[in-house]
């Protein structure tokens, strides 16, 4: 009898019948195999051993391709420079307040009404959190790193330690400055002119009377001869004009303050903790009211090309004050 069964064993038999359950069981623990989830546990051993060596493996070669690449940067200066890079040697200018750009990307109308204190504030507000970063001093909680490496620069004295970079004293912008809410309240808004960083760029200045461009602005030809050839001559200087007849008319006065332009001491930029990217606040003193006015924004500087359609070394933008 004994032996009857042990030769029937070796040949096929039938799986026995088993339910759902039962069979699910014998899935997860088959006790005469030995298996558990259809494999023996040197079957699982080898298959894990596998795979941790399949990953070990592939995570190396990602860390070595990655390694490989980080020792071609350097996280503080970019690799591609000035000509070499994408945005090229030319700065652009920008201005604040921008208009909000969740309604209209396009817009650039900075319009608003004298007499009305929400519709002054909502853009004093958006210049006060364009200054932010300037009037942050020191590197306590909530202060930015590198604040406490700024100091006061002027164009006869401007020798930075390794750490430090020049002081942008937006406070003093009087009467572009916050405590007078840019003087929008008077009708006569300030705008804020900044020139886009560019890594090690150096402006070239007209720092004397020699070939100024023949589309230069008079009033610009005449400052530069009044400071040609002093240390304060060394600016890229900028002008804001109306654009058309019309705007030229309308404008009315324009100050630059500080001075008129960005000084050269405060380039090159070259990421040093807590630099600052120089301003001029663009006081239009008595802008005609109720009509828009096209205004635009010259940088100035030898190595500044002006491009019009490809907004080059300019900016453009509207204004418009409403008294009642
Ligand atoms: C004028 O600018 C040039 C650079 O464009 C500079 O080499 C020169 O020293 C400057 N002149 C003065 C008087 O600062």
């Not at 997860?28 to 030995?34: A, F, I, R, V």
């Not at 399949?54 to 690449?69: E, K, N």
């Not at 890229?236 to 000084?263: L, T």
């Not at 205004?295 to 933008?317: L, M, P, Q, S, T």
Request: glycine fraction near 8%; hydrophobic fraction near 35%.
């Amino acid at each position: 009898m004994a032996d009857k069964n042990k030769v029937a064993e070796q040949y096929y038999a039938p799986p026995p019948d088993l339910g759902k359950w039962e069979s699910f069981r014998t899935f997860l623990w088959n006790g005469e195999t030995g298996q558990f989830m259809g494999r023996t546990g040197s079957s699982w051993a080898k298959i894990l051993l596998f795979y941790v060596i399949f990953y070990a493996v592939l995570c190396g070669f990602f860390a070595a391709m990655l390694a490989v690449f980080y020792q071609t940067l350097d996280s503080k200066v970019p690799k591609w420079q000035l000509d070499a890079s994408i945005i090229g040697n030319n700065p652009g200018l920008g201005f604040r307040p921008m208009p909000d750009m969740d309604n209209n990307v396009e817009s650039t109308l900075i319009y608003y009404r004298a007499n009305d204190k929400g519709s002054v504030l909502r853009w004093s507000g958006v210049i006060d959190q364009f200054l932010e970063q300037y009037r942050k001093k020191g590197s306590g909680s909530g202060e930015q790193t590198g604040a406490e490496n700024r100091v006061p620069c002027s164009p006869t004295s401007y020798q930075l330690g390794e750490k430090q970079v020049c002081d942008v004293p937006v406070d003093e912008f009087h009467p572009c400055t916050s405590a007078n809410q840019y003087n929008y309240e008077e009708g006569g808004p300030c705008v804020i002119l900044k020139l886009n960083k560019i890594f090690n760029w150096r402006p070239e200045p007209f720092n004397n009377t020699e070939d100024l461009p023949t589309n230069m602005p008079e009033d610009l030809k005449q400052h530069i001869k009044m400071v040609s050839g002093k240390p304060e001559a060394n600016t890229v200087w900028v002008s804001c004009e109306g654009e058309n007849p019309a705007d030229v008319e309308n404008i009315g006065p324009v100050q630059y303050i500080p001075r008129r332009g960005f000084p050269s001491y405060y380039y090159p930029f070259t990421n040093k903790e807590g630099y600052l990217s120089p301003l001029v606040a663009v006081l239009f003193e008595k802008p005609r009211t109720g009509v828009l006015i096209n205004i635009e924004c010259k940088a100035w500087a030898k190595n500044i090309h002006y491009d019009r359609y490809e907004r080059r070394g300019n900016v453009h933008f509207e204004l418009m004050v409403d008294r009642a």
